[in-house]
């Protein structure tokens, strides 16, 4: 409670704000939520899909990064409910520290369900930290869904490290072609060589290379676009 009403004052002090267009569009009858009912929303223990629209909301409004907001999202990270769960995740990939990286790793490794954990390794694309290079190391290789492992073998191609490198090579043998296309694409972004989907090759031009990444590439997570609007539709 004591953290509910800090919310809703907070949002007193910069007004009820209208939310975005594309959340608008996207959300539809949550368009005309304001800020303090979406904060009440967050922590509504009966109805996780309230829950759920109210950190959506919060999270792609233009102050969703302001600090009581940002905790919500982290207390709510631990939800007992999945799609709460993602979406607080989500939040924490927009609007995140490197101090949420061992959350999100420990949800990456440990969370039941599939999309928590899709979402926690698309955030570590995001939040660039060494301590995230193990896990998502042991998720590329272990993870049983295979959107999971897509994210992680994209988001180690920021990691200039012989974990990364060695965890991308031996992802050329998973059995989903996704992958093995993200982990290939992913080598070439860490090293700059293109040697595709040849894992032989790869392993070859890395024995006794000590300079394997002095031709690394830029890296570039993947962008979120909204949903396009009906004018820009017609």
């Given at each position: 409670?004591?953290?509910?009403?800090?919310?809703?004052?907070?949002?007193?002090?910069?007004?009820?704000?209208?939310?975005?267009?594309?959340?608008?569009?996207?959300?539809?009858?949550?368009?005309?939520?304001?800020?303090?009912?979406?904060?009440?929303?967050?922590?509504?223990?009966?109805?996780?899909?309230?829950?759920?629209?109210?950190?959506?909301?919060?999270?792609?409004?233009?102050?969703?990064?302001?600090?009581?907001?940002?905790?919500?999202?982290?207390?709510?990270?631990?939800?007992?409910?999945?799609?709460?769960?993602?979406?607080?995740?989500?939040a924490l990939a927009r609007h995140g520290t490197v101090n949420d990286v061992p959350t999100l790793t420990r949800m990456l490794l440990q969370d039941p369900a599939k999309i928590v954990r899709w979402e926690a390794a698309k955030a570590l694309q995001r939040l660039h930290s060494n301590e995230a290079i193990a896990p998502l190391v042991k998720a590329l290789g272990s993870d049983t869904e295979s959107n999971v492992r897509i994210a992680c073998a994209n988001a180690l191609g920021q990691y200039a490290d012989r974990r990364s490198f060695d965890a991308l090579v031996a992802a050329l043998n998973d059995d989903n072609y996704a992958v093995v296309v993200e982990a290939a694409g992913a080598l070439h972004t860490l090293t700059?060589?293109?040697?595709?989907?040849?894992?032989?090759?790869?392993?070859?031009?890395?024995?006794?290379?000590?300079?394997?990444?002095?031709?690394?590439?830029?890296?570039?997570y993947p962008q979120y676009n909204g949903p396009t609007?009906?004018?820009s539709r017609l």
């Open positions: 409670l004591l953290v509910l009403g800090t919310l809703a004052g907070m949002t007193g002090c910069r007004g009820d704000q209208p939310p975005s267009d594309a959340v608008r569009s996207r959300f539809g009858n949550m368009s005309s939520l304001k800020p303090s009912q979406a904060a009440r929303d967050a922590f509504n223990l009966y109805d996780a899909d309230k829950r759920r629209r109210a950190i959506t909301l919060l999270s792609n409004a233009s102050w969703g990064g302001q600090a009581p907001y940002l905790k919500t999202y982290r207390l709510l990270a631990d939800d007992p409910d999945s799609t709460v769960r993602s979406a607080a995740v989500a700059g060589q293109n040697f595709a989907q040849n894992g032989a090759q790869w392993w070859n031009w890395a024995k006794g290379n000590k300079r394997l990444f002095v031709d690394q590439q830029t890296y570039y609007s009906s004018w």
